[in-house]
């Protein structure tokens, strides 16, 4: 069992920058891919980031591209998401998940086992 707690979300300006990190407790978390999603009022749960298991590939949403970066420490049990030059358009609920075991980057909602709790991220124009 994997839990996992998101920070760093808050307001910002347009063009200002957040760093999300997500702080998995359990073991195994080097084993697990990892990702992020959002989610915005009145719409589903969307792709952003994610990563696999060693931190050597990622993939992201075209949105997102150029503006964000998904990274890893698996000796923190940490996952990170860097966002820059943040537009009105990234307002949401940003997730952070884990999947119990593959050796790719997902990115479909339906792969992951486990889920934060959210951290709300607010762009201001």
């Known amino acids: 069992q994997v839990q996992l707690v998101e920070s760093g979300g808050g307001l910002v300006q347009a063009g200002g920058s957040l760093r999300l990190s997500c702080a998995a407790s359990?073991?195994?978390?080097?084993?697990?891919?990892m990702g992020w999603f959002r989610q915005a009022p009145g719409k589903e749960r969307e792709f952003v980031a994610a990563i696999n298991r060693s931190g050597v590939n990622t993939d992201y949403a075209d949105s997102v591209k150029g503006r964000f970066t998904i990274s890893r420490d698996n000796a923190k049990n940490t996952v990170y998401l860097q966002m820059n030059s943040l537009k009105p358009e990234d307002t949401a609920v940003y997730y952070c998940?884990?999947?119990?075991?593959?050796?790719?980057?997902?990115?479909?909602?339906?792969?992951?086992?486990?889920w934060g709790q959210g951290t709300q991220v607010t762009v201001s124009s």
């Open positions: 359990g073991r195994g978390f080097s084993n697990y891919p």
């Open positions: 998940a884990a999947k119990a075991y593959g050796a790719s980057a997902y990115r479909t909602v339906n792969a992951y086992d486990y």
